[in-house]
């Protein structure tokens, strides 16, 4: 393995994680309440995930998001914002 191993394959060529922002939410431990969190990191995928409904589960498309201290976030994908081009 040489200098490039932090490239995976994908569509039969390589590409590397892209640095990205992404804003995530928290429940503050204060009040219960939700905080708005922008992460700044590493996008590895986006990926399926759902909320709960009293009508059942609702699907969504979410994006995982590695911040700069290597914590991995579950982020909305609307708030997904690439800082170098593919």
Request: charged content about 30%; proline content about 5%.
């Amino acid at each position: 393995m040489g200098s490039n191993d932090w490239l995976m394959p994908a569509f039969g060529k390589d590409i590397a994680m892209r640095k990205c922002t992404a804003k995530t939410y928290r429940r503050r431990a204060t009040d219960r309440g939700w905080e708005t969190l922008e992460i700044s990191g590493l996008f590895h995928q986006f990926a399926p995930s759902y909320d709960e409904y009293e009508a059942g589960p609702g699907n969504k498309t979410v994006a995982i998001v590695e911040d700069d201290d290597g914590q991995v976030w579950e982020c909305s994908v609307e708030t997904v914002k690439f800082h170098e081009p593919i």
